[in-house]
């Protein structure tokens, strides 16, 4: 029985007249009719024509099932495009949580699994990277190289160690391609010489075979001759600390040509753009005034990301990309963590002997707050027969740039420095870093012991603190 069988057995005997009549006389106008197998069995030619799903319903609205299904079928091409887009944004999601991957834009690239992915690169860059011992990216790599890749603007924030300086290396090669001789095309800003020379060192590696000319500004009058309006422009990278360039900037006429800068990297930005008498944040507002290239990008990373340097990015990039890797301000978990009470400053040096006659592994990393401190404790040290040095401030470049080299070669077993050093510099392999002085906060903590446990190699960390501390 259909639903016409069902209307017609319910109004049985009813009769419906078009004509109007008063409320009184509607409410006594039934009609009483003998019914006949006719009421319920005859059908009018229009009847016939309509399927068996159609309803007829009161005020001659009829709804069928066929004009049902035409729209439901017209409605499911969209949401199937847009399910297919969820599902996908899903899985991109689910594999960032995987790899603590975190990530604040809009449109933001797909992470990479492995560097074959990056079909757009060239084969020889690849081959650099499979050379310089790059089998599988970093969680940081996986996503801040196809950002770079797409010419996003982005903020980075990642654990020490994490692959920070290939991240932004990679897609920089990428979007040079080859020398152009019109002058700089990527400009690369640290705090220290010493982080500068081992960015430099990197994208010497990275870039083999590319003919790219990577420089750094190490000696002033040199840059001035160098890279002045005479210059033949034979040069395509820049690594410098920002005192350095703008005092070629500030040149009259200005010893450096910044207009052709397509990539500005800035690494460490925090420390970049803490407080201080000479204000990074103007150095860099000189440093985009000169850079006059409309289609320039800008791209900061760091272990650490304090409220000013997001401020900054927020208000200064356009379509920026924010990417964290684990928690925020966090200490890579590669390194095991020690606090050691040594009761007063004298009880430093006794717990520090001690470790040394109980035997740790070189090389070591010792930081303390101040050039003075260093150099106490290095008297009382040398005396003692170890292979130990210091640096700081006060020593020159060139007796830094050899302690350094001691250290990584083996020479020097014991290394004492400020906070100059815990900064992006890199030293292979080392095993142990003494915080012999309590950090002063706890991003100045993450940098120092960052020093260890780098590219997925464990390491140690030991902290003295004392009854003042």
Known sequence: MDAYDIFKKISRGAKFTTKRKSQSERSQELVIKTETPDDFVKESPKEKDKGEDDFILLNSLKTSQENYNKRKRKGDDLPDKVKKKKLHEEKMNQYRNENNISVVGRHVPDPIKCFNELTSVSTNLLDNVAECGYTEPTPIQKQAIPIMLGNRQMLACAPTGSGKTAAFLLPLLHHLGGPQSKGFRALIICPTRELAKQIQRECIRLAEGKNLKVHIISKINKAISQYGPKSNGKYDVLVTTPNRLCFLLNQDPPAINLQHIEWLVIDEADKLFEEGVRSFRDQL??????????????????????????????????????????????????????????????????????????????????????????????????????????????????????????????????????????????????????????????????????????AGRRGKAITFFTVDD
């Not at 985009?288 to 340097?309: G, N, Q």
């Not at 070189?362 to 040398?382: C, D, G, M, N, W």
């Not at 830094?400 to 292979?428: P, Q, Y």
């Open 285 to 454: 507002q000189q440093i985009l005034a000169a850079c006059t290239l409309e289609k320039r990008k800008i791209a900061m990373f760091s272990a650490t990301c304090t409220p000013v340097v997001s401020k900054w990015c927020v208000h200064n990039m356009r379509g920026l990309i924010r990417v964290t890797i684990g928690l925020r301000n966090a200490v890579t978990d590669t390194v095991d963590q020690e606090l050691k009470f040594v009761g007063n400053e004298d009880g430093k040096l006794l717990a520090f002997r001690d470790l040394i006659r109980n035997g740790v592994n070189p090389p070591v990393l010792v930081f303390v707050q101040s050039k003075e401190r260093a150099q106490q404790l290095f008297t009382e040290l040398i005396y003692d027969g170890i292979n130990v040095d210091a640096i700081h401030s006060d020593r020159t470049q060139l007796q830094r740039d050899n302690t350094i080299r001691s250290f990584r070669e083996g020479k020097i077993w014991i290394l004492i420095c400020t906070e100059l050093m815990a900064r992006g510099v890199d030293f292979k392999g080392v095993n142990l870093v003494v915080n012999y002085d309590f950090p002063p906060s706890a991003i100045a903590y993450v940098h120092r012991i960052g020093r260890a446990g780098r």
